[in-house]
């Protein structure tokens, strides 16, 4: 109770814009961003609750990047992109690592912050001279220093961040932006869950990385200040009695039958599909959770979020197999469907089976600009940060491979380099994004089934 009681009040100070159709929205940012998932979430709520509302969703966001990476690549990698939506955050890099252990700490402190400002203020004059772009300031998720599943802990870096995130609202509200904050908002959760068990959080090993389940979260955060808390995939409320649809909410119902066994069929289409889970923990070895533990996280997420009721009055007592399209999905009581049972609580029916499809081709996609996002930091966190703007060029070859004998991140990525400074190929990685996101378009549109609730017949004894 006190858990969901904080997360009531905490939630009714942050309101964010919905997306609209057409929108391209950018996402700035470090490694949480670069190799995370939130935005992608995002992303497939929009694609199965609104599949006529084509979006386009950019992930701008390079590992290990502080404020002064993002201020160099804001024009090359995010303006010129065009996006009419920009979520900008910074500050988990800026914070400081090892540099807190030094006696020096408290002086460098004072420095990384006024630097991070500094950087922020003239990436403040940039997105003030952008004409219809909608700019959102976003408060890094947190550093939790507060766990306790190990020791390892970074002094002062929770706190340089949340005087990071103060900047960022100053400069939010002083311009008329919006600002979101999962700083507080992810803390605040970790500081309730962890009363009951101290080595919680959503952080992930190293107090810094959220795992899936943890974007899913932060996914969460931005639907629900959205106002998508409560909005229904679908709700339908049939009196069997009376053979009338009391309620057809975002869908259509029709060809409603009630024969005299009892049984209840109808036809059915939704104007949006059921928000599938992802039950594999995706996004390399680092990863260990999959999406699909937001349940955990939040246990009404699926009424809360994700809700495709199906309630049926007035059936004569006994037991019915709930059939979808000829699909067994479940057998129910009759008090169990007067109730009202969720659909998308099962993979199996052909609804959810369609939108695992979109999932598994946006999963696809996200593969694809995480290969583009590593190639951008070559290009600007490597070469342009060292003042190569021609990546071409036999100087800036002849500098990689200086670089990459002493230095391992660079020499990682030399195949990378070696591939994509070709622009076929970066177009030929673009072009498949698109054709994904095509792809995508076509196929969530909602279909027509036929439900159908049959009665469990008993076997009679027999009778010697």
Same mark, same amino acid.
């Given at each position: 109770?006190?858990?969901?009681?904080?997360?009531?009040?905490?939630? *009714?100070?942050?309101?964010?814009?919905?997306?609209?159709?057409?929108?391209?929205?950018?996402?700035?940012?470090?490694?949480?961003?670069?190799?995370?998932?939130?935005?992608?979430?995002?992303?497939?709520?929009?694609?199965?609750?609104?599949?006529? *509302?084509?979006?386009?969703?950019?992930? +701008?966001?390079?590992?290990?990047?502080?404020?002064?990476?993002?201020?160099?690549?804001?024009?090359?990698?995010?303006?010129?992109?065009?996006?009419?939506?920009?979520?900008?955050?910074?500050?988990?890099?800026?914070?400081?690592?090892?540099?807190?252990?030094?006696?020096?700490?408290?002086?460098?402190?004072?420095?990384?912050?006024?630097?991070? @400002?500094?950087? &922020?203020?003239?990436?403040?004059? #940039?997105?003030?001279?952008?004409?219809?772009?909608?700019?959102?300031?976003?408060?890094?998720?947190?550093?939790?220093?507060?766990?306790?599943?190990?020791?390892?802990?970074?002094?002062?870096?929770?706190?340089?961040?949340? @005087?990071?995130?103060?900047?960022?609202?100053?400069?939010?509200?002083?311009?008329?932006?919006?600002?979101?904050?999962?700083?507080?908002?992810?803390?605040?959760?970790?500081?309730?869950?962890?009363?009951?068990?101290?080595?919680?959080?959503?952080?992930?090993?190293?107090?810094?990385?959220?795992?899936?389940?943890?974007?899913?979260?932060?996914?969460?955060?931005?639907?629900?200040? #959205?106002?998508?808390?409560?909005?229904?995939?679908?709700?339908?409320?049939?009196?069997?009695?009376?053979?009338?649809?009391?309620?057809?909410? =975002?869908?259509?119902?029709?060809?409603?039958?009630?024969?005299?066994?009892?049984?209840?069929?109808?036809?059915?289409?939704?104007?949006?599909?059921?928000?599938? &889970?992802?039950?594999?923990?995706?996004?390399?070895?680092?990863?260990?959770?999959?999406?699909?533990?937001?349940?955990?996280?939040?246990?009404?997420? #699926?009424?809360?979020?994700?809700?495709?009721?199906?309630?049926?009055?007035?059936?004569?007592?006994?037991?019915?197999?709930? +059939?979808?399209?000829?699909?067994?999905?479940?057998?129910?009581?009759?008090?169990?469907?007067?109730?009202?049972?969720?659909?998308?609580?099962?993979?199996?029916?052909?609804?959810?089976? #369609?939108?695992? @499809?979109?999932?598994?081709?946006?999963?696809?996609?996200?593969?694809?600009?995480?290969?583009?996002?590593?190639?951008?930091?070559?290009?600007?966190?490597?070469?342009?940060?060292?003042?190569?703007?021609?990546?071409?060029?036999?100087?800036?070859?002849?500098?990689?491979? *200086?670089?990459?004998?002493? =230095?391992?991140?660079?020499?990682? @990525?030399?195949?990378?380099?070696?591939?994509?400074?070709?622009?076929?190929?970066?177009?030929?990685?673009?072009?498949?994004?698109?054709?994904?996101?095509?792809?995508?378009?076509?196929?969530?549109?909602?279909?027509?089934?036929?439900?159908?609730?049959?009665?469990?017949?008993?076997?009679?004894?027999?009778?010697?």
């Amino acid at each position: 109770m006190t858990l969901v009681l904080g997360m009531v009040v905490a939630m *009714q100070a942050q309101t964010l814009k919905p997306f609209k159709t057409g929108d391209r929205v950018a996402f700035v940012g470090n490694s949480i961003t670069d190799g995370g998932h939130y935005h992608s979430y995002l992303w497939l709520y929009y694609m199965t609750r609104f599949p006529e *509302q084509r979006l386009w969703m950019m992930n +701008c966001g390079i590992g290990g990047d502080t404020s002064t990476e993002i201020l160099l690549r804001l024009q090359p990698d995010v303006i010129d992109r065009k996006p009419s939506v920009i979520f900008l955050t910074y500050g988990m890099n800026d914070a400081g690592m090892f540099e807190l252990y030094a006696d020096t700490a408290d002086v460098w402190s004072e420095q990384r912050i006024a630097l991070a @400002r500094e950087n &922020l203020h003239k990436m403040e004059q #940039q997105l003030k001279a952008l004409d219809d772009t909608r700019i959102v300031m976003i408060g890094t998720s947190p550093y939790d220093e507060k766990t306790r599943f190990n020791n390892n802990i970074f002094p002062r870096k929770a706190a340089n961040i949340t @005087r990071m995130v103060g900047d960022q609202e100053q400069v939010a509200r002083r311009n008329g932006w919006e600002f979101f904050n999962f700083n507080d908002l992810m803390t605040r959760y970790n500081d309730e869950r962890q009363q009951q068990d101290s080595t919680f959080t959503l952080c992930g090993p190293d107090r810094i990385h959220p795992d899936n389940d943890g974007h899913m979260y932060m996914a969460y955060l931005v639907l629900k200040a #959205q106002g998508m808390s409560s909005r229904p995939v679908a709700d339908i409320r049939i009196d069997a009695r009376r053979k009338a649809i009391e309620r057809a909410e =975002n869908c259509t119902v029709d060809a409603l039958e009630v024969s005299k066994d009892g049984g209840v069929a109808f036809d059915y289409l939704a104007r949006s599909l059921p928000y599938p &889970l992802d039950t594999i923990a995706r996004g390399g070895m680092e990863f260990k959770r999959p999406q699909s533990r937001i349940t955990d996280l939040v246990p009404d997420f #699926q009424r809360e979020m994700n809700a495709e009721m199906l309630c049926v009055t007035s059936m004569k007592k006994g037991s019915y197999e709930l +059939c979808i399209d000829d699909i067994l999905i479940d057998t129910f009581t009759a008090e169990q469907l007067g109730e009202g049972i969720n659909m998308a609580d099962y993979m199996q029916t052909p609804q959810m089976q #369609q939108a695992r @499809r979109l999932m598994t081709l946006n999963e696809d996609r996200w593969d694809m600009e995480r290969r583009l996002r590593d190639w951008a930091w070559v290009e600007y966190d490597f070469f342009l940060k060292n003042g190569y703007r021609d990546v071409t060029t036999p100087e800036a070859h002849a500098y990689y491979e *200086q670089e990459r004998q002493t =230095n391992w991140w660079v020499a990682s @990525r030399r195949d990378i380099y070696a591939k994509m400074e070709n622009p076929a190929v970066v177009q030929a990685c673009n072009d498949y994004m698109e054709d994904i996101v095509d792809a995508i378009y076509r196929l969530n549109r909602p279909q027509r089934h036929t439900i159908t609730l049959n009665p469990v017949k008993t076997k009679q004894k027999e009778t010697i």
